[in-house]
T-cell receptor, first 115, second 111 residues
Framework: GAGVSQSPSNKVTEKGKDVELRCDPI?????LYWYRQSLGQGLEFLIY????????KSGLPSDRFSAERTGGSVSTLTIQRTQQEDSAVYLC?????????????FGPGTRLTVL | QKEVEQDPGPLSVPEGAIVSLNCTYSNSAFQYFMWYRQYSRKGPELLMY????GNKEDGRFTAQVDKSSKYISLFIRDSQPSDSATYLCAQGRGSARQLTFGSGTQLTVLP
């Protein structure tokens, strides 16, 4: 079946602009995660959605970052007033039930470059 | 101090060599230990998963966990050029759903 898809694959923007990144999880997966991978850094957790529960936003680095998940499926990560330090690969993952032992399946990522 | 430390490499070995990749972690709350493989311009994919101390083998890959010393390893036997990738260790805990990743080790297997 289809895996996790993300769009766009690459995004170049100017400092101060807003960007939206999209994630389509695997069909039937109730849990969805956003991570950020900066050069030379491991994946950094941003936000987690599980079903209809309130999202875990504990990893969002600032209030410029927000995310929503509509209808329990597609998710959008929005970065407002982008800064150069926001340049990174943004990875989305989904898992079946959101249990700690569930395998997280990753998408190919969106490579964001802020000029 | 980072919760998970991983030597970034790069590591370059000849085909057929045994590869040892390692991570150390500081948080005793971690209960689940994983290794992900990430090819260039791709998302990470789960390679190995374990939740107890000891060894777990899957083909050419062996994951080793030592909870007493907070040390995890991945061994690759008979390495192949197709194993060239970045290997990320990851830890999880029951109280939180997100994973904590190491920075990754870049491996190149030369033909």
């Amino acid at each position: 079946g289809a895996g996790v898809s993300q769009s766009p694959s690459n995004k170049v923007t100017e400092k101060g602009k807003d960007v939206e990144l999209r994630c389509d999880p695997i069909s039937g997966h109730t849990a969805l995660y956003w991570y950020r991978q900066s050069l030379g850094q491991g994946l950094e957790f941003l936000i987690y959605f599980q079903g209809n529960s309130a999202p875990d936003k504990s990893g969002l680095p600032s209030d410029r970052f927000s995310a929503e998940r509509t209808g329990g499926s597609v998710s959008t990560l929005t970065i407002q007033r982008t800064q150069q330090e926001d340049s990174a690969v943004y990875l989305c993952a989904s898992s079946l039930d959101g249990r700690a032992t569930d395998t997280q399946y990753f998408g190919p990522g969106t490579r964001l470059t802020v000029l | 101090q980072k919760e998970v430390e991983q030597d970034p490499g790069p590591l370059s070995v000849p085909e057929g060599a045994i590869v040892s990749l390692n991570c150390t972690y500081s948080n005793s709350a971690f209960q689940y230990f994983m290794w992900y493989r990430q090819y260039s311009r791709k998302g990470p994919e789960l390679l190995m998963y374990t939740y107890s101390s000891g060894n777990k083998e899957d083909g050419r890959f062996t994951a080793q966990v030592d909870k007493s010393s907070k040390y995890i390893s991945l061994f690759i036997r008979d390495s192949q050029p197709s194993d060239s990738a970045t290997y990320l260790c990851a830890q999880g805990r029951g109280s939180a759903r997100q994973l904590t990743f190491g920075s990754g080790t870049q491996l190149t297997v030369l033909p």
